[in-house]
C-alpha cells in the first residue's frame, strides 16, 4: 500500500481541518462548494479505471462464494443499514439518509489493499468488483425509496439522475480509456497504469473533503454532535456485520484467504460513490453528504485492526506470507 494510501485517514482529517479554516473566509465558500463535485467524478473515474469487468468470468469459478457474498451485501446488509439507521437517527432523517447510503454500497477500491494486508485471495476479491458496482448503482435509488422514503422527501427522478451522471458517466468513460489504452499499449500497462491511480484516488477525495467543509463547516461548527451520531451506528455495523460473516464463512467452509475476502467485501463500504451521489441528488441538504463525509473516518481506522485481527486468528495453523 502506497504511503498516501496508508494515512488516507489523516489527510481526510487534515483536508476537513483546512477546509473549515478557508471557508471562513469570505466568499470562499461558494466557490468551494463548485469544486466539491468535479473532484468527485475524479475519484470515481479513477476508482473504475481499475474494475476490470473481464474479471467477471474469473468469479464464476466460486459461484458459491460469489452467491453468499452478493447475498450478504446486497440483502442482508440493506436491512441491518434499515434497522440501525431507525434505531441510532429516528430523529435526525438527513443523517438517516447518509448512514444509509454509506452502508448499502459495497466498497469497490480500498477493500483490495485490505484483503491483500489480511493475506487473503485478492484475485477472488477483484473478480467481485464488477458485480459489487453494477448492483450498487442498480439498487441505490431502490434502497433508498424504500428505506428512506418516509424520512425524507425523496428526489426520486433526481437521484436516479445523479446516479446515471455520477456513476454511469464515469464508469462508461473509464471502459473507454481502459480499452483505448489496451489497444495502444496493451493490456499488462493498463492494469499496471491503473494499479498505480491509489494515490490520485486518496488526494482527490481529500481535495473533495476539504471543499466540502469549506462550503459546509459553519454547518458542521452548528452541529459538532454530527460524527457522534454517525460514529455509533457505524461502530455496530462493523461489530455486527463482522460477527455475522465470521459465522457465515465458518457455515459455508471458506478457507482463510476466502474468509479475508468475505469479511472486507463485506465491511469496506464505497464513501466516494455515495457521497458524489448525495451531493449531486441533495445539494439543498448539506447533512446528508456530512455524513458520508465521516464514514470513512470511522471505517478507514476499523479496517486496518479488522487485517491485525484477521491475521492474529487465522486459524489454519500455517504463517502469513508476509511475517
Not at 461489530?239 to 464463512?249: C, E, P
Amino acid at each position: 500500500m502506497h504511503p498516501v494510501e496508508r494515512f488516507q485517514t489523516g489527510l481526510l482529517i487534515l483536508a476537513m481541518g483546512v477546509g473549515i479554516a478557508l471557508g471562513q473566509r469570505a466568499g470562499l465558500a461558494a466557490v468551494a462548494d463548485r469544486a466539491v463535485l468535479p473532484a468527485l467524478l475524479g475519484v470515481l473515474f479513477l476508482t473504475f479505471l481499475g474494475v476490470p469487468l473481464r474479471e467477471v468470468r474469473g468469479a464464476l469459478a466460486n459461484r458459491r462464494f460469489v452467491a453468499t457474498s452478493l447475498g450478504f451485501n446486497f440483502l442482508w446488509t440493506p436491512l441491518l443499514a434499515a434497522g440501525l439507521a431507525t434505531l441510532f437517527l429516528r430523529d435526525h432523517p438527513d443523517l438517516r439518509v447518509g448512514l444509509l447510503m454509506l452502508l448499502v454500497t459495497p466498497c469497490t477500491d480500498w477493500y483490495l489493499a485490505f484483503t491483500d494486508l489480511a493475506d487473503g485471495n485478492v484475485p477472488l476479491a477483484t473478480s467481485l468488483l464488477p458485480y459489487n458496482l453494477f448492483l450498487q448503482v442498480a439498487l441505490l435509488p431502490v434502497y433508498l425509496y424504500v428505506f428512506a422514503g418516509a424520512a425524507v422527501d425523496l428526489p426520486v427522478a433526481a437521484l436516479v439522475e445523479a446516479v446515471l451522471f455520477v456513476l454511469v458517466g464515469p464508469l462508461v468513460g473509464a471502459a473507454v480509456a481502459r480499452y483505448a489504452a489496451a489497444r495502444l499499449r496493451g493490456r499488462e500497462w493498463i492494469a499496471r497504469a491503473a494499479d498505480r491511480t491509489g494515490p490520485a484516488q486518496v488526494v482527490l477525495l481529500a481535495v473533495a473533503v476539504g471543499a466540502m467543509f469549506a462550503s459546509q463547516g459553519a454547518l458542521l461548527l452548528e452541529r459538532p454532535l454530527v460524527p457522534v451520531l454517525i460514529g455509533a451506528p457505524l461502530l455496530a455495523f462493523f461489530a455486527i456485520n463482522f460477527l455475522a460473516g465470521t459465522l457465515v464463512s465458518h457455515v459455508s467452509g471458506f478457507d482463510y484467504e476466502d474468509r479475508v475476502c468475505f469479511a472486507c467485501t463485506t465491511l469496506a463500504r464505497n464513501s466516494p460513490t455515495a457521497l458524489a451521489v448525495a451531493v449531486a441528488a441533495f445539494p439543498n441538504r448539506p447533512l446528508i453528504a456530512l455524513a458520508l463525509v465521516v464514514g470513512p473516518l470511522v471505517e478507514l481506522p476499523l479496517l486496518s485492526v479488522l487485517t491485525r485481527v484477521l491475521r492474529a486468528t487465522r486459524g489454519d495453523g500455517s504463517t502469513p506470507a508476509s511475517a
